[in-house]
Every structure is written in structure tokens, then in C-alpha cells.
Nanobody
Framework: QVQLLDSGGGLLQAGGSLRLSCAAS????????MGWHPQAPGSQRYLVAI???????NYADSVKGRFTISRDNAKNTMYLQMNSLKPEDTAVYYC??????????????WGQGTQVTVSS
């Protein structure tokens, strides 16, 4: 199976920038879709950005124009560039991957989460 290591979170002021990373390792086939799912305190996880294996992207309205998702297939790594951060962006950001297994089948995996805290 795939293991996902998400990192890059931190504490910063509103208007600042962060770059999150998610590195995939283990035994797996093609990673079809990757995305970022933040979860704020007392709230459910939601989707802010996804990217397909061919680079097609979608964003939540709240982050469109501020966040950019990308992936480096050679490194099996996904990134989320977060600009113009707002306090409402504060959440634990979880890396998500919809991937094929090495010898057939398809699974979904999650990272452990990385904390993003934006103060005013």
C-alpha cells in the first residue's frame, strides 16, 4: 500500500504564505487523484483542492486564486502553495490519494495531517 507523509504546516500571520508537501512511498501503482482535505476544530473535513494524474485541477471557491495545487510524478510528491492566507484557513490539512495497487485494484489513503494556523 501507499504511505503518505504530509508536511509544511506552521503558524503565521494573515497574508502570509505556506507550501505544503505530500510524499508518497511504498508499493503501489499509479496515483490517480491527489488532494488536500482540511479539518478545522469542531468541523468535518472538506476538500479544498484536487489534482489528477494528468494535471487537471479543481478548487473550492474559498481558496480559488489563492491556493495552487501541483504534483511531481517523478518524485511521487504533491504540493499546495497557499498564498494570502486568512484566519479561516486554519485547520489540519490532510493529504489524500486515490491510487492503484501494484498488482491490481484501487484504494484510498490518507496522510497524518499537518497543522496550519493563521493569526490576525
Amino acid at each position: 500500500q501507499v504511505q503518505l507523509l504530509d508536511s509544511g504546516g506552521g503558524l503565521l500571520q494573515a497574508g502570509g504564505s505556506l507550501r505544503l508537501s505530500c510524499a508518497a512511498s511504498g508499493s503501489f501503482g499509479r496515483i490517480n487523484i491527489m488532494g488536500w482535505h482540511p479539518q478545522a476544530p469542531g468541523s468535518q473535513r472538506y476538500l479544498v483542492a484536487i489534482i489528477t494524474s494528468v494535471g487537471s485541477t479543481n478548487y473550492a471557491d474559498s481558496v480559488k486564486g489563492r491556493f495552487t495545487i501541483s504534483r511531481d510524478n517523478a518524485k511521487n510528491t504533491m504540493y499546495l502553495q497557499m498564498n494570502s492566507l486568512k484566519p479561516e484557513d486554519t485547520a489540519v490539512y490532510y493529504c489524500y490519494a486515490d491510487h492503484n495497487l501494484q498488482w491490481g485494484g484501487r484504494r484510498v489513503s490518507w496522510g497524518q495531517g499537518t497543522q496550519v494556523t493563521v493569526s490576525s
